[in-house]
């Protein structure tokens, strides 16, 4: 994600509490865990996650022109 220009937030859930609890109420059972708009990715699924980025950012670009 940083070689594409991606920002993200890195949480850990092993040794923060508050992001556990927040992985867990959205159904987290395994790592990692994308949040994408409204969309969860679960697994490295590369090409599901870039699609839904840049899906993402056209949407916030239009919504911007408005």
Sequence with gaps: MDTEGISYEARDVRADA?????????????????????????GLDKVRVRELVYAERKMREREKEH
Aim: net charge positive; charged share 20%; hydrophobic share 50%.
């Design 18 to 42: 508050k992001a556990k609890a927040e992985f867990r109420a959205m159904g987290g059972s395994a790592v990692p865990l994308f949040i994408i708009g409204h969309t969860q990715v679960r």
